[in-house]
């Protein structure tokens, strides 16, 4: 039983793509409980379950008509409670994705809301005369489309089949408790709340996102009574130092957490090809562990997620030193000072796919830049920068072995080469480094309830530290050269993703050292 958030170690399943048990392309809920000892395995003790609810599928689960009902694809409500009851069963906790701020054009709501400017239903979503501003949705285009039914445009920040939900409507803010309390009543843990800072709109402002009904809404929401105990983690593209508190600040009674995107929003766009230096991203995750420390509340530390491309490809080498990136990354993300959340296939050290031509992806941000910049230019140089941003990366069925199996979305591309079975029987297995990492950081209470410092940080290595009481343990991590060595006294190796020590570090040398302590140096 875990006794504090601290002690949580996420792993954020993307149910169509995990693992599918009868063979219809598709992940399923019994695919996920075929892999309970496996995660157990790992180590892992909770996990955030990504939509499987009733959904048209634009946005892959994220456009959901029925928030009570499961999509026959993955499951049924008797697979999902016997799935929560053997997470339970193996001592790890379950958060639910909770997508709060649309549905999907299909949900009866809005089918109801489109009929009439007088439908009892017509103010659980947005609709205007004439677009009030220039809001752009993330899938490209206006984020207000035209309905011809009562000619009115409705607003839908993200697919045209994704209508933003009226908040500022008590009805639906008493719906969305409704589809919190059926779930909790469940047995779940928690949510992961999506875009949860554009609940509340400013339309006199440039652009969707933290009106001024913002944490009213939320702490209506989650400081009730039958909420006070579960994990919720914000999607909040938003937070940054000056409303951290507001989000998180425990007597606020709103969020245990939030993810801030800080480190991840380091290029112009995913679709730019740009690999940010692995400086600039441990330069943004220390700044936000100060912020949250500050106020009293864990962080978040990831870089995967079902939205971001895999990390060995965007952050470290994919080729050469793949497993030693793969660790290293895994290292940075398990050992920091958050709560660390690891997605699908980062334990096996997954990188991006590559495919030629863009009927073989799926994801709807995807297909939204393709269609806006095909034939601006060389279609080749288009296809490159779809490959190392798109979100289909991380959506690829897992590869559990070298067999092909049917599939939903395209299959991995470097399936033969890089699965579990494979990965599990090697040498150099990301799987065991992961596994050591996690039973690191369960064994030593200096990484969940230490304090965190950075020692150096440079263009070719981080070091930081992690204390608590006589115990300290130093962690070296070498960007992608080789490079000196930080200087380490005292100092026992505990962790190293290279054979030895050498007079330097290697590329992606991933250490772990403990400072010996007074008694026996
Ligand atoms: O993502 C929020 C979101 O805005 C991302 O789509 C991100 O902005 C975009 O990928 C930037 O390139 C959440 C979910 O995680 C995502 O899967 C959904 O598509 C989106 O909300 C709508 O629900």
């Not at 601290?6 to 598709?26: A, H, L, M, T, W």
């Not at 408790?177 to 006199?204: H, M, P, T, Y």
């Not at 914000?234 to 801030?260: H, I, M, P, Y």
Request: aromatic share 14%.
């Amino acid at each position: 039983m875990l006794k504090t958030d601290k002690e949580r170690i996420f792993y954020q399943i993307y149910p169509k793509s995990f693992c599918d048990s009868n063979g219809d392309g598709v992940g399923d809920f019994r695919g996920i409980i075929s892999k309970i000892p496996y995660l157990k395995e790992l180590g892992i003790n909770s996990v955030w379950i990504s939509p499987f609810f009733e959904s048209p599928g634009v946005d892959s689960g994220y456009d959901i008509s029925d928030y009570r009902a499961i999509d026959p694809k993955i499951g049924t409500m008797e697979d999902f409670e016997e799935m929560v009851a053997l997470f339970h069963k193996n001592g790890i906790d379950v958060i639910l994705d909770f997508v709060a701020n649309h549905t999907s054009t299909e949900h009866v709501w809005f089918q109801q809301s489109k009929k009439s400017k007088d439908n009892p239903f017509r103010d659980y979503y947005i609709w205007r005369k004439t677009p009030p501003n220039d809001w752009q949705s993330t899938f490209g285009g206006s984020a207000w489309e035209f309905d011809e039914t009562t000619g009115e445009y409705y607003l839908r920040t993200f697919a045209k089949e994704q209508a933003d939900l009226n908040w500022e409507n008590p009805n639906v803010r008493k719906e969305m408790q409704a589809v919190v309390d059926f779930w909790l009543e469940k047995g779940v843990n928690g949510f992961r709340c999506d875009v949860l800072d554009l609940i509340s709109k400013d339309f006199s402002s440039p652009e969707n996102g933290s009106g001024p009904k913002l944490h009213e809404y939320i702490r209506e929401l989650f400081s009730r009574e039958n909420c006070k105990n579960i994990f919720t983690v914000g999607e909040c593209w938003s937070a940054k130092k000056e409303n951290a508190e507001l989000f998180c600040k425990k007597d606020r009674k709103e969020l245990t957490t939030v993810f801030a995107f800080h480190h991840l929003c380091l290029d112009n766009g995913r679709f730019c090809m740009e690999k940010p230096s692995l400086k600039a991203v441990c330069e943004k995750l220390s700044k936000w562990q100060k912020v949250m420390s500050d106020i009293g509340a864990p962080a978040t530390v990831f870089l995967e997620n079902h939205d971001q491309a895999r990390s060995v490809s965007r952050f470290g080498d994919d080729t050469k030193y793949r497993f030693e990136s793969a660790t290293a990354l895994g290292g940075l993300v398990l050992l920091h000072g958050g709560i660390p959340f690891l997605y699908q296939g980062q334990e096996i050290g997954f990188t991006n796919s590559y495919h030629q031509n863009i009927a073989e992806f799926d994801d709807a941000e995807t297909l939204g830049y393709y269609a806006i910049e095909h034939g601006k230019t060389d279609e080749r140089a288009l296809m490159e920068k779809i490959n190392f941003g798109s979100r289909d990366n991380p959506r690829h069925l897992i590869s559990w072995d070298a067999e092909r199996k049917k599939s939903w979305i395209a299959p991995y591309s470097r399936q033969g080469e890089i699965n579990v079975a494979k990965d599990r029987s090697a040498p150099k297995s990301v799987f065991a480094f992961y596994q050591s990492l996690i039973a690191l950081r369960k064994r030593e209470n200096c990484f969940t309830e230490g304090e965190f410092e950075d020692v150096e940080l440079t263009d070719d290595y981080y070091v930081f530290k992690r204390s608590l009481g006589e115990k300290t343990f130093f962690v070296a991590f070498a960007f992608g050269q080789k490079c000196a060595a930080p200087k380490m006294e005292n100092a026992e190796v505990i962790l190293n993703n290279y054979p030895s020590v050498g007079d330097g570090l290697m590329p992606y040398q991933f250490i772990v050292y403990q400072k010996k302590e007074k008694g026996n140096r």
